[in-house]
């Protein structure tokens, strides 16, 4: 019985002796794959008219809280931050008013609120700091750009802004169209 059982742990593949020899192999592909892999970000939606509505005062950046199937949705590309703005109420900061679509593959029961509050994820500090500002000063605090960062976490770029009157909105665009001018006569004069 005893030789019989050691004839099978030698025929096995995995037999400790094996498993000796395989490891340093397996730890070297694991490590190339690491090495590899890119790391890049992927934005999932930008909010264009926060820049055109508001002067940007500061820029933080903060995780957001998410079920499973909004998550799968903002992968899908199914976010909209047109009209969301941020809500700090007993020292959180809250996502409002952000659109993310239910996910195509889940059933009603188990899919989320598209327009839910969401809750952003800032040091307490940064939440302060910015409930203190838009107390006092009357600013905002408004999403301008959702995306996945290198570790695949959603994260959220908001700013503390003031709104801009339309004579400041007709003046950025005057400048703007300047300055595409000037680059345009530069670009025909270096020819």
């Known amino acids: 019985m005893a030789s019989l059982l050691l004839l099978l742990a030698a025929a096995l593949p995995w037999s400790a002796d094996a498993v000796r020899t ?9 490590s190339a794959s690491y090495s590899t892999r890119q790391r ?3 934005t999932v939606a ?7 509505n508001y002067e940007i005062l500061e820029e933080y950046e903060a995780g957001i809280s998410l079920v499973g199937t909004e998550v799968k949705s903002c ?3 199914q976010m909209n931050l047109r ?12 996502l409002e008013n952000v659109n993310i679509s239910p996910h195509g593959t889940t059933g009603r029961f188990f899919n989320h609120d598209e327009r839910r509050r969401r809750r952003l994820l800032l040091h307490k500090r ?3 700091k910015l409930a203190s500002m838009v107390a006092q000063q009357g600013l ?4 301008l750009k959702a995306y996945f960062n290198s570790r695949s976490c959603l994260k959220v770029k908001i700013a503390l802004a003031r709104g801009k009157q339309s004579q400041d909105k007709r003046e950025t665009i005057r400048r703007r169209e300047q300055e595409r001018d000037v680059r345009r006569q530069t670009k025909l004069a270096t020819y």
């Open 75 to 77: 992968r899908n590309g």
């Open 83 to 94: 009209d969301g703005y941020c809500a700090i109420t007993d020292g959180e900061c809250w």
């Open 126 to 128: 940064e939440t302060r």
């Open 40 to 42: 890049t970000s992927k």
């Open 140 to 143: 905002t605090i408004v999403p």
């Open 22 to 30: 395989q490891q340093p192999q397996m730890l070297a592909r694991q």
């Open 46 to 52: 930008v909010n264009r008219l926060a820049r055109r």
